[in-house]
């Protein structure tokens, strides 16, 4: 089973709602990650997480929370999102064990996403 | 922040054509790799090429890579109007543990039947 998936599909919030993005992997990796992809640009990490421990934070605004309740699942809350927010929200895992991946290939599996929409 | 840049931004071609897109990066780097985007989807690795090699192949795709000159290219060949796509490079950063991708700008590849 190679399949990241994400949930849901399509979701559309206003700017007072509070939401929440999943992601799940069986595949026994432990490192996942959150991306935002803005349409014909290339994805743009926004956390990383490394046994279930936060381990990559790129300047994110606080209005997006990650949670990693255990090693299959990568939760991002959202509250008191912009218009601007409005994008593709892409989840992907990869082995973060070296002994497992000792090159470093650092392989990810992408989730098909969820487009948001902040009215 | 993106790693470096792809040209070209878009690129047409017939089926049956060859599809040749480049890359550039800026830092030293391990490995550089390559995913495709369906319009609207989630990317798929297609391929990874470590930096003390030059050039790998799998199936239709060919890569090669100079580290000198810092640059890549994917070549496509015998393109089909399924390969219609965004293509991305990809460079590995370490950082403790975790390791991040770092994407170029991409090519929008669009495969006319």
């Known amino acids: 089973d190679t399949e990241v998936t994400q949930t849901p599909k399509h979701l559309v919030m206003g700017m007072t709602n509070k939401k929440s993005l999943k992601c799940e992997q069986h595949?026994?990796?432990?490192?996942m990650y959150w991306y935002k992809q803005k349409a014909k640009k290339p994805p743009e990490l926004m956390f990383v997480?490394?046994?279930?421990?936060?381990?990559i934070n790129e300047s994110v605004p606080s209005r997006f929370s990650p949670e990693c309740p255990n090693s299959s699942l990568l939760n991002l809350h959202l509250h008191a999102l912009q218009p601007e927010d409005s994008a593709l929200y892409l989840c992907?895992?990869?082995?973060?064990?070296?002994?497992?991946?000792?090159?470093?290939?650092?392989?990810?599996?992408f989730g098909a996403g969820t487009r948001l929409s902040v009215l | 922040s993106q790693q470096g840049e792809e040209d070209p931004q878009a690129l047409s071609i017939q089926e049956g054509e060859n599809a040749t897109m480049n890359c550039s990066y800026k830092?030293?780097?391990?490995?550089l790799q390559w995913y495709r985007q369906n319009s609207g989807r989630g990317l798929v690795h297609l391929i990874l090429i470590r930096s003390n090699e030059r050039e790998k192949h799998s199936g239709r795709l060919r890569v090669t890579l100079d580290t000198s000159k810092k640059s890549s290219s994917l070549l496509i060949t015998a393109s089909r109007a399924a390969d219609t796509a965004s293509y991305f490079c990809a460079t590995v950063r370490f950082s403790g543990s975790a390791r991040q991708l770092t994407f170029g700008s991409g090519t929008q590849l669009t495969v006319l039947p």
């Open positions: 992907a895992s990869s082995q973060a064990d070296l002994r497992r991946d000792p090159t470093g290939k650092n392989i990810q599996y």
């Open positions: 595949m026994g990796h432990r490192a």
């Open positions: 997480y490394s046994y279930e421990k936060l381990s």
């Open positions: 830092t030293s780097i391990n490995n």
